[in-house]
């Protein structure tokens, strides 16, 4: 890439008038005037996709170190460019020879004052140029950001055939896997064996494939180990390597050949190697390892890399999590990082680097001690051991002048350390006694970067976390049985795990710390409550720096430019300490960085601190729900009545509801939602008779394998839920019948046809006692309100059928509440207001109500703009809760509102059509046809097809809002053919019996809307 730079741009100009304000003010001392230059350099580093690094130190080997002004690293962390900057009063010749003898490089050099620069390439200085003159410039600059070497050419051309070789030379193994699998039998009692082991030691439920992976890991990445690294006994040494390289040589023992195998990878291979002697700094080295550690996964096991959060950690955060944890080791327990007796862990090792700072911290005294008996450390992926494993014994190497194998690092999954049983064999009997010994240690500081992923969409993506006996039920028995939240997916990212596992490992050494860098969530939402009362109360002292980079809850911020991971969930750094010289009141101290600060300004926030106490601390008084931060939060809500419990304890009925549910979830929308009967009647026909088969091909199958190794991944036949699995797994046969086919409420004013059978709906919901399908024209109405969590604002609407849980907008997680219950049992229909509310309610108003009346108020209150305004913060953290009316009057104003937006959104379908003007595009045939309608830019005309545009649509309309989307945008949204990327099924909305009835109902959901505007407008104040 060049960098494109001209005299005329913006950079330049504003270098020489920056230089122009110094010279009028007097300042002309280099610390000043450079910063002008340097503003220059760090907006072309941006250009270049490169880092600026100001006072970069330069390692020369031994002690000896030499810091220049500026490093520009690229994206792979490597030097590329360097400055210097002067004194106008300097001779910058002399200055530059002085330099070069202390041993600055020579390879891409600018040695700049205010009025000249001097540039050094490959060993001499190439130009000398006056740079008052801005070509002069430009054209110092451009030399030094296209500079390469031929090495560093080869090496941008092997890195981008890397990542294009690496997925089919993967896949080339795989095939070749699978086909002595067939064809090799030493191959295959290998194979077999080594799978055996990677089950009990890793994971019990671990796919041929996943086995198949870490083989390709191992092979593909060996020689980079070997060669790059100078270590070319480290298969024959390390203890995993070793037993790895048993299954590699029976791979190889018929015909194959490693040589000729990684052969069209040669060229990434060796401009690697000859890149690798280029560096002579084992740390840039490194730097580069940990890019083919995150480049690795990225490029070839996608699923790994979400699964197992397999990303680096920057370096600013590990610093200043080892510095925190010592600086609170010594004031808290009066105990250090190298004390015999504090064992330290990083559970989740990926390439080392924590443990490897927490080396530079230890005294070099007490390091053979604690690096033979107390740091230890974790890893589940087989590339990621090896790279820490290197990384750390080559920092002992650096700083003890020894090479010692490092027996503190187990190949295990840390949360299987937790299983109360006998361990099985471990790969090797060396892990299996190290993991052994490691389940016996009570740990002091446990500190890192657990993993943290986001729920897969999809089941036939099979790339869900697993499931773990102890662990889940851990988190299931405290966070989740503590926490009031409906929606509990949240709480089986891994990352709650860590936390849950770091905690019981603290409790049972009685102190200690946990400093993970993790997914802020657990501070903010809603969905941890439970979480947070327990580690309010396991830990004593909390420090949370809160590095935002949510890219969801701030659309205006870039996971690229301002989230420390690049990614687009927010981050926070936790510090969590128990002393037992300490209170059981928890003391919680927040730090937050701005959201809109880019990453760089992010991390220098953290490399300005030297002590925590550096930092803006505010202090946290959890409220009685364990909420942390209180902000926009409206006290009183909390007095308010609660509109539904989640698990009704017996006899409790403090609550205007009995029952709610979330909507109907069938995870498989495209095969079980269709305008078109008989699209539904084919899809769900077809994928009834797929899944059947799979039960008779399971059923016959002698030995049961992996289920989700065996289901059927043609997403044109099948969609798989966890529930669907579950049945085939118990031999379960379903038949299609048509009778199932039911009218769905799917999104807003969106009613499609649904095909209703427990086994094809993921999670159903209570809809069953909602709408039994013999009540199914029974006069039941539902109140659906958008569910706690996420940033999206409130929605309420109601209906009188099914409901999907995104009726209200993807993502919201509808909750319903009927006005009816249904049951088998007498009497088979119950009102679902309970009697203590209408108590509430009669006594506030001092005169009888009745449910309706309630159910009314209820709807009318959540419409009023004054209330959702007020409470918009507490309504996205928690279920609506309803305020008493102030006195009779107040309630039938509301009660009464409710009542006829209530008749108005649930028959929306009889309403008057207000009328559009229709204008016919002339030329073009009659045409009623939906395929995709749009909005004008003025928002006055639906353009509705080629023929037809509807105009007059009054500006009011869109103040009837549901969640992001104003009714009628929600109808223009959702009336058009769709085709589901994954199946393949087409959703056409037309009706060939009413070719008029969108037309129509834009008409009507445009009297709904104005009419609703209207109602709302007059309501009460609050
Ligand atoms: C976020 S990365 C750690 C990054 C590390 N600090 C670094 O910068 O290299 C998480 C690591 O934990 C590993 N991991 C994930 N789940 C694990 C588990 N249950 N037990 C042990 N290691 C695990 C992943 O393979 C990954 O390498």
Request: hydrophobic share 35%; proline share 4%.
């Amino acid at each position: 890439m060049a960098l494109d730079l001209k005299t005329s741009h913006k950079p330049i100009r504003d270098y020489y008038s920056s230089l122009e304000e110094f010279h009028k003010i007097g300042v002309k001392h280099e610390g000043a005037v450079r910063s002008a230059f340097q503003r220059l350099l760090e907006h072309c580093c941006r250009k270049m996709g490169w880092t600026f690094v100001g006072e970069h130190r330069i390692p020369l080997g031994g002690r000896r170190s030499v810091v220049v002004d500026g490093g520009m690293l690229d994206l792979f962390k490597i030097p590329q460019a360097y400055w210097e900057a002067k004194d106008s009063q300097d001779d910058l010749s002399k200055e530059v020879q002085s330099k070069l003898q202390h041993g600055y490089p020579r390879d891409n050099i600018v040695f700049q004052e205010p009025t000249r620069a001097i540039l050094w390439q490959s060993g001499r200085a190439i130009c000398d140029e006056d740079i008052t003159r801005p070509d002069a410039l430009v054209y110092v600059v451009q030399e030094l950001f296209s500079f390469r070497t031929e090495i560093q050419r080869d090496w941008e051309i092997a890195v981008e055939d890397f990542k294009k070789s690496i997925p089919a030379a993967a896949t080339r193994f795989v095939e070749l896997i699978e086909s002595e699998q067939r064809e090799n039998a030493r191959f295959r009692k290998a194979f077999d064996a080594f799978g055996e082991v990677c089950r009990s030691a890793i994971n019990p439920n671990l796919s041929d494939q996943a086995i198949e992976e870490m083989l390709v890991q191992h092979l593909l990445t060996e020689r980079i180990l070997r060669k790059v690294f100078q270590n070319p006994d480290f298969t024959s040494r390390n203890i995993i390597a070793r037993e790895i390289e048993k299954v590699i040589e029976a791979l190889v023992s018929r015909k194959f050949n490693r040589d000729e195998f990684l052969q069209p990878l040669d060229r990434f291979y060796v401009a690697l190697e000859k890149r690798a002697e280029d560096l002579g700094d084992y740390h840039q080295k490194q730097t580069f390892l940990n890019t083919v550690y995150e480049k690795f996964f990225q490029g070839f096991a996608v699923k790994v890399a979400d699964t197992h959060g397999i990303v680096y950690t920057p370096q600013p955060i590990v610093n200043f999590m080892v510095k925190s944890v010592e600086e609170i080791l010594k004031r808290e327990f009066g105990k250090s990082l190298s004390d015999e007796g504090v064992h330290i862990i990083d559970p989740f090792v990926g390439t080392g680097n924590f443990i490897t700072r927490i080396m530079r911290e230890i005294k070099a005294t007490a390091l053979p001690y604690k690096y033979a008996n107390e740091l230890h450390c974790n890893e589940v992926m087989l590339l990621p051991y090896y790279i820490a494993s290197m990384n750390i014994e080559h920092e002992y190497y650096e700083r003890t002048g020894e090479y010692k194998p490092f027996e503190g690092i187990c190949l295990v999954d840390t949360f299987e350390l937790a299983e109360d049983k006998q361990l099985s064999f471990m790969f090797t009997e060396e892990n299996t006694e190290r993991v052994e010994k490691l389940r016996k240690t009570k740990l002091f500081v446990i500190i890192g970067n657990p993993p943290y992923n986001a729920w897969q969409v999809n089941e036939n993506d099979n790339n869900k976390n697993r499931k773990y006996r102890t662990m889940d039920r851990r988190v299931a028995d405290t966070y989740s049985k503590d926490g009031t939240a409906t929606n509990k997916s949240a709480l089986s990212d891994p990352y709650v795990k860590a936390i849950r596992w770091a905690s019981d490992k603290i409790l049972e050494n009685g102190e200690g710390i946990v400093a993970f860098v993790s997914n802020h969530s657990f501070v903010h939402d809603y969905a941890f409550d439970g979480l947070r009362k327990h580690v309010g109360s396991d830990f004593n002292l909390l420090y949370l720096i809160d590095l935002g980079g949510n890219v969801r809850k701030n659309p205006k911020i870039s996971g690229t430019t301002h989230n420390v991971f690049g990614i687009k969930v927010g981050v926070s750094v936790n510090v969590l300490v128990r002393s037992t010289a300490r209170g059981n009141r928890a003391e919680i101290l927040y730090s937050r960085v701005d959201d809109f600060c880019k990453k760089e300004q992010r991390f220098k926030f953290l490399d300005s601190f030297r002590a925590l106490a550096d930092a803006k601390w505010q202090e946290i008084t959890p409220n009685s729900d364990h909420t942390w931060l209180v902000q926009g939060l409206e006290s009183d809500f909390r007095h308010m009545l609660t509109i539904g419990v989640r698990r009704p304890e017996a006899g409790s009925s403090a609550a205007v509801f009995r029952l709610f549910s979330p909507g109907l979830q069938t995870n498989r929308d495209a095969w079980a939602y269709n305008f078109d009967v008989r699209v539904l009647e084919n899809s769900m026909g077809k994928t009834i008779e797929t899944y059947n088969q799979q039960v008779s091909t399971w059923a016959g199958q002698a030995a049961k394998g992996n289920l989700d190794d065996f289901v059927l991944g043609d997403e044109a036949r099948i969609s798989w839920s966890s529930s669907l699995k579950s049945f085939l797994r118990q031999g379960v046969r379903v038949t299609f019948d048509r009778r199932r086919i039911t009218k769905a409420y799917y999104r807003p004013f969106c009613q499609t046809n649904l095909y209703v059978d427990r086994h094809f709906v993921h999670r159903p919901g209570i809809w069953e006692q909602m709408f039994p399908v013999e009540a199914m024209e029974s006069k039941n109405r539902v109140i659906c309100v958008k569910g706690p969590g996420g940033d999206k604002p409130f929605v309420v609407l109601m209906t009188n059928g099914i409901m999907d849980v995104s009726m209200v907008g993807f993502g919201t997680n509808a909750q319903c509440f009927p006005f009816y219950i249904f049951q088998a049992t007498e009497p088979n229909r119950r009102e679902n207001i309970t009697d203590w509310a209408v108590e509430q309610f009669s006594t506030a108003v001092s005169s009888s109500v009745d449910k309706w009346q309630v159910f009314h108020y209820v709807y009318g209150l959540l419409h009023s703009p004054e209330y959702r305004a007020k409470y918009e913060a507490n309504l996205k953290r928690e279920l609506p809760r309803i305020p008493l009316p102030k006195n009779k009057e107040y309630f039938e104003a509301f009660a009464s509102a409710g009542e006829r937006l209530a008749d108005l959104h649930v028959n929306y379908e009889s309403q008057p059509e207000y009328r559009l003007e229709m204008v016919e595009t002339p030329g073009q045939p009659l045409d009623w046809r939906v395929r995709k309608m749009k909005l004008t830019k003025d928002k006055t005309a639906i353009v509705y097809n080629d023929f037809l545009t509807l105009v007059g649509v009054p500006p009011e309309v869109f103040e009837y809002r549901l969640g992001n989307r104003s009714a009628l945008e929600w109808i223009i949204d959702r009336y058009q053919v769709r085709t589901d990327k994954r199946s393949g099924i087409v959703n056409d909305p037309n009706r060939p019996d009413d070719p008029q009835y969108i037309v129509k109902l834009i008409g009507k959901i445009i009297t709904v809307s104005l009419e609703t505007v209207k109602i709302v407008k007059s309501l009460p104040p609050l």
